[in-house]
């Protein structure tokens, strides 16, 4: 399995999935800053060691997450890609979305996490240091990021997490003016060919999933329970076809049942509405504290 990272800072991700994918296993993590790339290079060693790998599975290289092929990256390398918490930092994220899909192999997996608003920010927002410093500043525009999926060849990115992330300070609300935030975590599978659905199957989970064992929860709308067939639409079919699950699910087509194309698509870009989900399992993430409040209010008091 060969995995990258976008964004890997000290490399602590990097760790834990060279444990995961063990010897037969590569990782690299892409980072652009020098300090964050010779932290994580210092504890290679460490980490060959304590997993007791003969060799090292994990490497860091010094790049952009926009410009992957500067770092040597080609087509259709990676099985899975993650990123934490990085895009939100880049300036072009279609250009993030581009390369990544550029270097996973068909059927491969972003599955990356990051800071989401519903609306397009303040150019005071956006210029703030003290908001940039929260990843907030450069948050993803929800429905933006499920364009650019589409528009660089993704299948319409499922939901896995989502949580609303509250700014509950008054100083910064004329800055922000009425936009709210989430922290989401989704799924972007690149599409391959001959993995398409004419309509709807039953899936029927094998329980084969070594890390899930008799439960694998795919996404916020379909988990599934080993040896229960489950209807599935023919786009989220499609994309269990197309990723490492497929040879962990039994598929049966449902001769006669039709479907809506249309309705299909609109159902699915519902489902990825990070704050609609947040809201209805009324789920929330509060990382500020009351050191954070007066750095606020001092900063926006000048
Ligand atoms: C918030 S940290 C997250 C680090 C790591 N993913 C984690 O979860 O601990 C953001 C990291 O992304 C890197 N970064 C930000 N923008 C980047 C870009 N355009 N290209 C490459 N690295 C970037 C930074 O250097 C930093 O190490």
């Not at 999935?17 to 652009?32: P, T």
């Not at 490497?59 to 080609?74: N, Q």
């Not at 927002?125 to 907030?136: F, M, P, T």
Request: charged share 25%.
């Amino acid at each position: 399995m060969q995995v990258l990272d976008l964004g890997s800072g000290s490399g602590r991700d990097c760790f834990v999935i060279s444990k995961l994918v063990g010897e037969n296993g590569h990782v690299i993590g892409i980072d652009m800053t020098d300090e964050q790339l010779s932290l994580a290079n210092k504890y290679i060693d460490y980490h060959t060691k304590k997993f007791g790998l003969s060799k090292p599975n994990v490497e860091f290289r010094k790049g952009y997450i926009e410009k992957l092929g500067e770092a040597d990256l080609k087509d259709n390398t990676f099985d899975v890609i993650v990123s934490n918490c990085v895009v939100n930092l880049s300036p072009d994220k279609k250009a993030v979305l581009q390369e990544a899909h550029r270097v996973l192999k068909p059927g491969g997996e972003l599955y990356f996490a990051d800071i989401y608003t519903n609306q397009t920010l303040s150019e005071k927002a956006r210029q703030s240091d003290l908001l940039w410093g929260e990843c907030i500043s450069g948050a993803l525009v929800w429905k933006d990021v499920i364009k650019y999926a589409q528009e660089v060849g993704f299948e319409i990115p499922r939901l896995v997490t989502s949580y609303t992330y509250a700014v509950p300070f008054e100083c910064v609300q004329n800055i922000l003016e009425g936009a709210e935030f989430c922290s989401a975590t989704y799924r972007l599978v690149k599409k391959r060919d001959g993995t398409s659905s004419p309509g709807p199957v039953k899936a029927t989970y094998k329980g084969s999933l070594a890390e899930c064992g008799q439960t694998f929860q795919f996404d916020v709308f379909y988990t599934f329970k080993a040896g229960i067939p489950v209807e599935v639409p023919n786009d989220v079919a499609s994309i269990l076809k197309a990723t490492r699950y497929g040879a962990h699910f039994d598929f049966e087509d449902m001769p006669g049942v039709t479907t809506n194309k249309d309705e299909d698509y609109a159902r699915s870009l519902d489902q990825a509405d990070p704050f609609a989900y947040a809201a209805k399992s009324a789920s929330s993430i509060n990382i500020f504290t009351e050191e954070h409040k007066k750095i606020f209010e001092a900063a926006t008091a000048k």
